[in-house]
């Protein structure tokens, strides 16, 4: 069992920046796969980020590739996502979610086993 919680959301003007952060519990967690979604209101959860368990290996949304970045500390048991030249677009909740690791990308939010509460990332125009 995994328990996620995100933080570092909040409003910034357009082309400002965001650090998300998520903590996960467990001795475990570097052997998960970590990922990043986004839901805005009135439209699905869409993927925007992965890292595989090394943090090595990352991919990313076409939306965000170029702006954000996603890494790790296994021994914080943290994830993060730099989100820079942020638009009003990118405006939604976001998730932390964990998988067993995988050589394969997922990004789907099916083929992730657990999820954080969310945090709110307002940007203004």
């Known amino acids: 069992q995994v328990q996620l919680v995100e933080s570092g959301g909040g409003l910034v003007q357009a082309g400002g920046s965001l650090r998300l952060s998520c903590a996960a519990s467990?001795?475990?967690?570097?052997?998960?796969?970590m990922g990043w979604f986004r839901q805005a209101p009135g439209k699905e959860r869409e993927f925007v980020a992965t890292?595989?368990?090394?943090?090595?290996?990352?991919y990313y949304a076409d939306s965000v590739k170029g702006r954000f970045t996603i890494s790790r500390d296994n021994a914080k048991n943290t994830v993060y996502l730099q989100m820079n030249s942020l638009k009003p677009e990118d405006t939604a909740v976001y998730y932390c979610?964990?998988?067993?690791?995988?050589?394969?990308?997922?990004?789907?939010?099916?083929?992730?086993?657990?999820w954080g509460q969310g945090t709110q990332v307002t940007v203004s125009s």
């Open positions: 890292i595989s368990w090394s943090g090595i290996s990352t």
């Open positions: 467990g001795r475990t967690f570097s052997s998960y796969r």
């Open positions: 979610a964990a998988r067993t690791n995988t050589k394969v990308v997922i990004t789907t939010p099916g083929g992730y086993d657990y």
